[in-house]
C-alpha cells in the first residue's frame, strides 16, 4: 500500500472548503490525488483547515507512510467523531441541549435537560402556579381554575426559559462564546479535538518516537517550509475585533499576545511550552510566534471555532493609543476562518498557473426537478460559457435567516467559484441535511459514504474515467490553462485600456500623466528614492500606458466567443 504513494510524478496545490463534520469527504479525496501529485499549496478554512494541516504533514511525512496513516482516519472517525466535541465542565448542560434538540431534534430530551439544570426555578414556579390555580378556583369555580392553572403553566415556561436564557448569556462570554474549547475534558478517555489533531499532525509527519510517545515540540510552518521540497501551509481565521481575515501563520504584525491560563484551556501542556518557547513573559503575556515557528495544530484550531459550539481563541494587542503610554492590552477573539473565508480559493491562485490549483467544495443538496440522475458530486469542466452556480430555495424563517448569513459571508467565495478559469478545478460534494455540518452523531454507514464521495471528487481531479456515469467530466489541466490565458488577456485588456484614458498624455492639462510629470520633482510622502529611479518608474508606467492606448483602437476582448463573457476584473485589494 505504501508504494502507491511514493513516487509522484507531478505537482499540485489544494484548498478546502469548512463545514464541520463535512470534512470527513476529504480524506479519500486527497488520497486519490496523492498518487498522482506532490502537494505543494495547501490551505482551507475551519474543517478544510483541519484536512489542509492532515494533507501537509502527510506529504511532509510521505517517505514514511504518512499517507497510509492518513488512510486510517475514515475509520477512526466512524466510530469517534462525536467524541471530538468535549464541552468545557461549566456548558455540559447546554451542549448536551444544542446536541438533543437543535441538533438530534429530540425536544423531550432537550426539555429535560433543561428543567434539571433549572429544577429550583420549575419547583417554585410550579407551586406558584398550583397555587394560582386553587386561588382561581376558590374564587370564581371551574372555569376560573382552569384559566388560572393554564396562565400559572405560562408562567412556569417563562420563569425557566428565563433562567436558561439568562445562565446561557452569562456563561458564553466566560467560554469565549464557545461551549467545547478543544482540550480534552476531565473524566474524558477519548481525546478532544486539539489534542486528536496534535496526535495526528505528528503521526501522519511522520515524527512520532517509537513507542508512540510525541515529539519534544509540534510540527511548525517553519518545517513544513523547509522540507524539500517546499511545503506551504494556509488556514483562515477572522479576527472578531478587528472585523476582518487573516491568513495564517501570519497576523500581520508582531503586536499579538497570549497569556498561557487561556490558551492552556485549548491546547495540552506540551503545544503552550511550544508556544512559549525562550520568550520573555510581560506582565502575564507572552508574543504570539513568529509564522515559522507557530506550531500548525494552533493555526488550524484557531481557523475552526465554530461560533458557540466550539470557544474562540482570545489574543491580546498592545494598545498604543492608550493615555498610558500604551502599556494596556485588549483582546481579540478569533473566530472560524468560515466567517469571513469559508472556501478560499483565492489562496496559492496566479494568473497564468504552471500547475493545478484544486478546490474541494462542500454544498448542499438539492433534489433534481427534472428528473435528471442523482449526482452527488460533480466537477464542471465542460462548462465552457454562461453562468454556474447552485440555487437555494426558501421554506422556513431559519431557513432564509441562514441564508441571509451565507450570502453576506461567502458572496465573494461564491462569485469566484463560478468564473470559468477557476470552477472547471473545484470538485463540489452536495450534502443533505443529515449528513456533515453540525450532525456530530452521525452513524457510521452515514460518514462511510460522505468518505466514498471524497474518494469519487479526487478521481475527478485526477482526469480518471469517473466511477459513476452521473459524475462525468474529469480535470483536463490543459483546457483549465487554456481558459486561464483567455479570461487573463480579457482582464489585463480591459485594466490597461481604461488606465490609459484615465492616464492620458504629459501635454495634456489636467491629465494623471501631466501631474504626475510634476509632483515627482517633490512628492510630499515617500520622497525617499532618487529622482533618477522616479523618472524611471514614471517612464515605464507611461510606455504601459502608450500600449493601452494601442490596445484602444481594436479591443480583442469583445471578439463574438472568443473570450468566456463572464470575464474578471484586476483591481488594486487587500492582502489577508
Given at each position: 500500500?505504501?508504494?502507491?504513494?511514493?513516487?509522484?510524478?507531478?505537482?499540485?496545490?489544494?484548498?478546502?472548503?469548512?463545514?464541520?463534520?463535512?470534512?470527513?469527504?476529504?480524506?479519500?479525496?486527497?488520497?486519490?490525488?496523492?498518487?498522482?501529485?506532490?502537494?505543494?499549496?495547501?490551505?482551507?478554512a475551519s474543517a478544510g483547515a483541519i484536512?489542509?494541516?492532515?494533507?501537509?504533514?502527510?506529504?511532509?511525512?510521505?517517505?514514511?507512510?504518512?499517507?497510509?496513516?492518513?488512510?486510517?482516519?475514515?475509520?477512526?472517525?466512524?466510530?469517534?467523531?462525536?467524541?471530538?466535541?468535549?464541552?468545557?465542565?461549566?456548558?455540559?448542560?447546554?451542549?448536551?441541549?444544542?446536541?438533543?434538540?437543535?441538533?438530534?431534534?429530540?425536544?423531550?430530551?432537550?426539555?429535560?435537560?433543561?428543567?434539571?439544570?433549572?429544577?429550583?426555578?420549575?419547583?417554585?414556579?410550579?407551586?406558584?402556579?398550583?397555587?394560582?390555580?386553587?386561588?382561581?378556583?376558590?374564587?370564581?369555580?371551574?372555569?376560573?381554575?382552569?384559566?388560572g392553572g393554564l396562565l400559572g403553566l405560562?408562567?412556569?415556561?417563562?420563569?425557566?426559559?428565563?433562567?436558561?436564557?439568562?445562565?446561557?448569556?452569562?456563561?458564553?462570554?466566560?467560554?469565549?462564546?464557545?461551549?467545547?474549547?478543544?482540550?480534552?475534558?476531565?473524566?474524558?478517555?477519548?481525546?478532544?479535538?486539539?489534542?486528536?489533531?496534535?496526535?495526528?499532525?505528528?503521526?501522519?509527519?511522520?515524527?512520532?518516537?517509537?513507542?508512540?510517545?510525541?515529539?519534544?515540540?509540534?510540527?511548525?510552518?517553519?518545517?513544513?517550509?523547509?522540507?524539500?521540497?517546499?511545503?506551504?501551509?494556509?488556514?483562515?481565521?477572522?479576527?472578531?475585533?478587528?472585523?476582518?481575515?487573516?491568513?495564517?501563520?501570519?497576523?500581520?504584525?508582531?503586536?499579538?499576545?497570549?497569556?498561557?491560563?487561556?490558551?492552556?484551556?485549548?491546547?495540552?501542556?506540551?503545544?503552550?511550552?511550544?508556544?512559549?518557547?525562550?520568550?520573555?513573559?510581560?506582565?502575564?503575556?507572552?508574543?504570539?510566534?513568529?509564522?515559522?515557528?507557530?506550531?500548525?495544530?494552533?493555526?488550524?484550531?484557531?481557523?475552526?471555532?465554530?461560533?458557540?459550539?466550539?470557544?474562540?481563541?482570545?489574543?491580546?494587542?498592545?494598545?498604543?493609543?492608550?493615555?498610558?503610554?500604551?502599556?494596556?492590552?485588549?483582546?481579540?477573539?478569533?473566530?472560524?476562518?468560515?466567517?469571513?473565508?469559508?472556501?478560499?480559493?483565492?489562496?496559492?491562485?496566479?494568473?497564468?498557473?504552471?500547475?493545478?490549483?484544486?478546490?474541494?467544495?462542500?454544498?448542499?443538496?438539492?433534489?433534481?426537478?427534472?428528473?435528471?440522475?442523482?449526482?452527488?458530486?460533480?466537477?464542471?469542466?465542460?462548462?465552457?460559457?454562461?453562468?454556474?452556480?447552485?440555487?437555494?430555495?426558501?421554506?422556513?424563517?431559519?431557513?432564509?435567516?441562514?441564508?441571509?448569513?451565507?450570502?453576506?459571508?461567502?458572496?465573494?467565495?461564491?462569485?469566484?467559484?463560478?468564473?470559468?478559469?477557476?470552477?472547471?478545478?473545484?470538485?463540489?460534494?452536495?450534502?443533505?441535511?443529515?449528513?456533515?455540518?453540525?450532525?456530530?452523531?452521525?452513524?457510521?454507514?452515514?460518514?462511510?459514504?460522505?468518505?466514498?464521495?471524497?474518494?469519487?471528487?479526487?478521481?475527478?481531479?485526477?482526469?480518471?474515467?469517473?466511477?459513476?456515469?452521473?459524475?462525468?467530466?474529469?480535470?483536463?489541466?490543459?483546457?483549465?490553462?487554456?481558459?486561464?490565458?483567455?479570461?487573463?488577456?480579457?482582464?489585463?485588456?480591459?485594466?490597461?485600456?481604461?488606465?490609459?484614458?484615465?492616464?492620458?498624455?504629459?501635454?495634456?492639462?489636467?491629465?494623471?500623466?501631466?501631474?504626475?510629470?510634476?509632483?515627482?520633482?517633490?512628492?510630499?510622502?515617500?520622497?525617499?528614492?532618487?529622482?533618477?529611479?522616479?523618472?524611471?518608474?514614471?517612464?515605464?508606467?507611461?510606455?504601459?500606458?502608450?500600449?493601452?492606448?494601442?490596445?484602444?483602437?481594436?479591443?480583442?476582448?469583445?471578439?463574438?466567443?472568443?473570450?468566456?463573457?463572464?470575464?474578471?476584473?484586476?483591481?488594486?485589494?487587500?492582502?489577508?
Amino acid at each position: 500500500m505504501a508504494d502507491d504513494y511514493q513516487n509522484p510524478t507531478q505537482e499540485c496545490d489544494v484548498v478546502m472548503k469548512g463545514g464541520i463534520t463535512s470534512g470527513i469527504v476529504y480524506p479519500k479525496a486527497v488520497l486519490t490525488l496523492a498518487r498522482q501529485y506532490r502537494f505543494r499549496d495547501v490551505g482551507g478554512a475551519s474543517a478544510g483547515a483541519i484536512a489542509a494541516a492532515i494533507t501537509a504533514s502527510a506529504e511532509y511525512g510521505r517517505d514514511s507512510g504518512g499517507f497510509d496513516k492518513l488512510a486510517k482516519i475514515p475509520d477512526d472517525m466512524s466510530t469517534s467523531l462525536a467524541t471530538l466535541f468535549q464541552p468545557d465542565p461549566r456548558g455540559a448542560a447546554l451542549y448536551g441541549l444544542l446536541v438533543d434538540g437543535i441538533l438530534d431534534k429530540r425536544w423531550g430530551r432537550a426539555i429535560g435537560r433543561v428543567v434539571r439544570q433549572h429544577w429550583l426555578v420549575a419547583l417554585v414556579s410550579m407551586v406558584v402556579a398550583v397555587a394560582v390555580a386553587i386561588w382561581s378556583c376558590l374564587g370564581g369555580g371551574f372555569i376560573a381554575f382552569l384559566t388560572g392553572g393554564l396562565l400559572g403553566l405560562i408562567g412556569v415556561v417563562v420563569a425557566i426559559t428565563v433562567a436558561f436564557a439568562s445562565h446561557a448569556m452569562a456563561l458564553l462570554p466566560e467560554l469565549n462564546f464557545g461551549l467545547c474549547p478543544g482540550r480534552t475534558q476531565p473524566g474524558q478517555k477519548q481525546p478532544a479535538l486539539s489534542d486528536w489533531l496534535a496526535r495526528t499532525i505528528e503521526d501522519c509527519a511522520g515524527r512520532l518516537a517509537a513507542n508512540g510517545g510525541l515529539p519534544e515540540r509540534p510540527l511548525t510552518f517553519g518545517d513544513l517550509e523547509t522540507h524539500s521540497p517546499p511545503i506551504r501551509l494556509r488556514a483562515m481565521t477572522t479576527n472578531l475585533g478587528l472585523r476582518r481575515p487573516h491568513t495564517l501563520p501570519d497576523l500581520g504584525s508582531r503586536n499579538f499576545f497570549f497569556r498561557v491560563e487561556d490558551f492552556s484551556r485549548l491546547f495540552s501542556d506540551w503545544v503552550v511550552k511550544a508556544m512559549i518557547g525562550d520568550a520573555e513573559e510581560r506582565n502575564g503575556f507572552y508574543p504570539f510566534p513568529a509564522p515559522e515557528k507557530l506550531p500548525v495544530v494552533v493555526a488550524v484550531r484557531m481557523s475552526l471555532s465554530f461560533p458557540l459550539l466550539i470557544s474562540a481563541v482570545p489574543l491580546y494587542r498592545r494598545d498604543f493609543a492608550d493615555n498610558e503610554g500604551g502599556q494596556s492590552m485588549e483582546m481579540m477573539l478569533f473566530s472560524d476562518g468560515g466567517l469571513s473565508s469559508n472556501f478560499p480559493i483565492h489562496l496559492f491562485d496566479s494568473v497564468l498557473p504552471s500547475r493545478p490549483t484544486f478546490g474541494i467544495a462542500l454544498d448542499e443538496y438539492v433534489e433534481p426537478a427534472d428528473g435528471s440522475p442523482d449526482r452527488r458530486v460533480r466537477l464542471p469542466m465542460k462548462l465552457a460559457s454562461g453562468r454556474w452556480q447552485n440555487s437555494r430555495a426558501y421554506t422556513s424563517v431559519p431557513s432564509f435567516l441562514m441564508g441571509l448569513l451565507d450570502a453576506a459571508k461567502d458572496w465573494q467565495d461564491n462569485l469566484q467559484v463560478e468564473m470559468i478559469g477557476y470552477r472547471e478545478r473545484i470538485a463540489h460534494v452536495y450534502l443533505k441535511d443529515d449528513e456533515g455540518g453540525l450532525n456530530l452523531t452521525m452513524p457510521a454507514d452515514r460518514i462511510n459514504e460522505l468518505v466514498e464521495f471524497g474518494e469519487r471528487a479526487g478521481t475527478l481531479l485526477v482526469g480518471d474515467v469517473p466511477q459513476r456515469p452521473e459524475d462525468r467530466f474529469p480535470f483536463d489541466f490543459d483546457e483549465h490553462r487554456w481558459r486561464r490565458f483567455l479570461m487573463a488577456y480579457a482582464a489585463i485588456e480591459e485594466a490597461l485600456t481604461a488606465a490609459a484614458d484615465d492616464w492620458g498624455h504629459v501635454g495634456q492639462a489636467g491629465s494623471f500623466a501631466a501631474f504626475i510629470d510634476a509632483y515627482k520633482a517633490n512628492p510630499g510622502s515617500y520622497n525617499h528614492s532618487s529622482m533618477k529611479w522616479r523618472q524611471e518608474a514614471f517612464n515605464r508606467m507611461d510606455e504601459l500606458m502608450a500600449l493601452g492606448r494601442t490596445w484602444q483602437s481594436q479591443p480583442l476582448r469583445h471578439t463574438t466567443k472568443a473570450v468566456p463573457r463572464s470575464q474578471p476584473r484586476l483591481k488594486i485589494a487587500p492582502r489577508f
